[in-house]
């Protein structure tokens, strides 16, 4: 899975082998951070794991998978489609 887009010096990614076992998410990583989203087919998104992003800083993120969510999720419904892949979003929250 590509890159879906570079922010804020954050890139915002997949990994191909996640497809496979996990609902559709997606990776953040800037210099020695990391945090993942759950991403829902309605275009919501759920805080995962974060290690070394401030609050302020997820918040930043969040708004930049919002304003992107269309691209990203037709991104990854056509890789499915050409690689075989069901596509597979989270279909629950946390309590």
């Not at 890159?3 to 990994?15: C, D, E, Q, S």
């Not at 996990?22 to 945090?35: L, M, Q």
């Not at 489609?81 to 989270?90: L, Q």
Request: proline fraction near 3%; aromatic fraction near 18%; hydrophobic fraction near 35%.
């Amino acid at each position: 899975m590509p890159t879906f887009f570079v922010k804020f010096g954050w890139r915002f990614f997949a990994y191909v082998y996640d497809l496979i076992g996990e609902p559709f998410h997606i990776h953040v990583i800037g210099h020695k951070k990391t945090c993942k989203y759950w991403i829902y087919e309605d275009g919501s998104v759920e805080l995962s794991q974060n290690v070394g992003f401030t609050r302020t800083e997820l918040k930043r993120i969040e708004q930049a998978i919002a304003d992107q969510i269309k691209d990203i999720q037709e991104d990854y419904e056509h890789f499915c489609e050409e690689n075989g892949y069901p596509v597979n979003y989270k279909t629950s929250r946390k309590t």
